[in-house]
């Protein structure tokens, strides 16, 4: 069964590490942030200025918001590096979707940092925990 | 005659650095950010969550947008270093307003960088510029 | 026994926030960050410019580098609040320290954000996992 | 006479932006990192994990440092808005570099910012302004 998940191609910004030489590791989780909006953005899901999802050109009255993320740092990685970053869908659940990711140096394939974060989806009007909307659910379903 | 002005302790952070060993030099000028915000609040004027100025708890209809930004950066600042960084209002015109920036190291007073910044007034309806209100150009003016 | 915790206040910067209008995730890891090494600083451990730890004036051969980190968002974090940020030292074991953070806002002492992390020592030289020096171990046991 | 420039896409993060929807501006001067690092590297100039530039593969023994930087912010930025960000040697002279850079919207061209800044060559040694190297002149000269 097909995966849900998507790849992207990234370099390493000198913004991106700290006074130690290797990179700070909160940048790996912005990473995250940037493979998360692509991967839905592959399906057909892009998010408004507001934060609302929107499929096909339809603007959804729910934002997804991150309710946790977890990260393991395996090898340093550095300035100028170039990495992927392989998003992928684990599970989408009633009001939850969870997201891993696997970042590695494109150079021998080593795996430098892994990593999970799991999505609430938001009412935007009463800004409680809200369904996932069905057609979300489809685009991001094997 | 007094000046408006404020002066800010930062402790230089690990995010606030690069590969190189010193501070990123962007990083100063989102501390010019954290200046600006902190002398308003000085003044009694505050930010609201969408950006309007606000004064003694009274929201305006406008708010305000860095126009052009300037940074002069002297000496290498290093992680851990005690800064100091003093903003002051150098110029309140119709629709604009100068801030002038200056970073010391607390330990030698020595300057590390400089800088100034326009802030354009814009109003929130219209998202074009617009006069100052009265009662801004009054708590910024000495 | 008393435990080895370090409190910190925060006021949440323009930088900290996003497009949605509340707090960008990747920060409150980087405020982790900040917890942490004031954390050290208060038992008299700083960082060298080269990463390494230092006590009592005196550099170690060894750096601690985080290997994991786990974040849960509980409640949206908005420019301008005011918060407190509690870091504590929860394990300290051969060659690993463990770390929990708790972020509340100041007004009304909710909690906004919890995680963990784990700090890996490594030696300078080999660039390999080390025993946690002696000096260190103690410093941060109850 | 042709120009030393290169132009580069890029997709406008979350973590670019802040709070008002907009990009936050100190994120803009970080794409001028990028814009420097990426056009020295199309003419042949990397930079080692310590600062040093490298020609050929061959380390030289000078760093180049950001000693100035000007930004002027002529529209809005948006989250996910697909900018370009053209970077051109403006000149080079004896120590020092300049830079111009344009941020259009792809869209539709429009020049969302302009900026500029000044590299200065730094002795790895001596930590002092120092000539830059002829090879290095040469690759930025039109």
């Known amino acids: 069964m097909a995966r849900v998940r998507k790849t992207l191609r990234l370099r390493v910004r000198a913004g991106d590490t700290d006074f130690t030489g290797f990179v700070f590791n909160p940048r790996v989780i912005e990473w995250f942030s940037v493979g998360r909006i692509e991967l839905l953005r592959s399906r057909g899901i892009t998010l408004l200025g507001d934060g609302r999802l929107t499929v096909d050109g339809e603007p959804l009255g729910v934002s997804l918001v991150v309710g946790e993320v977890y990260a393991r740092f395996q090898a340093p990685i550095r300035f100028d ?60 379903t094997p």
Chains 1, 2, 3, 4 share one sequence.
């Open 81 to 140: 590096d170039q990495i992927s970053l392989q998003t992928e869908v684990t599970e989408v659940r009633d009001k939850t979707i969870k997201f891993s990711f696997t970042v590695r140096r494109i150079l021998d394939r080593e795996v430098l940092a892994t990593g999970a974060s799991t999505s609430v989806c938001i009412d935007r009007e009463t800004r409680r925990s809200s369904k996932i909307p069905p057609r979300i659910s489809e685009l991001l």
